[in-house]
């Protein structure tokens, strides 16, 4: 998994001087069990690592992410209270199954936008900061739609253009 920065506002993520009031976290639109963006993407980046690894450790997740350990450390704190994460001694921790099938969901969305982005002509690379931001946005129905779109369009590409889109 490529580093990932956490949004401002998230979880983690130094708060900007402009925001006035208490901040508000950002809810996904299809986890609304209390998930934020930000936890998300703490589910998928531990996906990846315990994938890679067996396991994740705080560091691993902060250098991931590219974070301070103590805020991944509450933040990890938080995922195992909430029952997203299993503590392995002396090892670090993994996903519950539980963790598991919300880290596979947004993978798949961020798998099926990467590659409707390259289908419609965009650079999923130029664009990853999109993609990163909506696949915590899409819903189960807006996600069957776009399978279909995407499915559609490997059928009836959409014709090059001659300059390059920006």
């Known amino acids: 998994m490529a580093r990932k920065t956490i949004p401002p506002g998230s979880a ?25 963006e930000s936890a998300e993407d703490y589910l998928e980046c531990i996906s990846d690592l315990v994938g890679r690894n067996g396991f994740a450790s705080v560091s691993d997740v ?8 103590p805020s991944v450390s509450i933040m990890i704190k938080r995922l195992a209270d909430l029952g997203f994460l299993e503590r392995k001694p002396y090892r670090g921790f993994v996903l ?12 798949r969305r961020h ?31 807006v996600f069957e739609g776009l399978s ?13 253009r001659r300059k390059p889109r920006p």
């Open 111 to 141: 798998a099926l936008l990467t590659e409707l982005f390259g289908l419609l002509g965009l650079d999923p690379q130029r664009y990853r900061a999109d993609i990163e931001g909506m696949e915590h946005h899409i819903s189960d129905p």
């Open 12 to 36: 983690g993520a130094p708060a900007s001087k402009a925001e006035s009031g208490p901040r508000r976290a950002k809810l996904s639109a299809h986890h609304r069990d209390g998930l934020t």
């Open 62 to 69: 902060a250098d991931e992410l590219e974070l301070m350990r």
């Open 96 to 107: 519950t199954a539980r963790g598991g099938e919300v880290a596979a969901s947004i993978q």
């Open 148 to 160: 279909a779109l995407v499915g559609h369009l490997r059928k009836h590409p959409v014709p090059p």
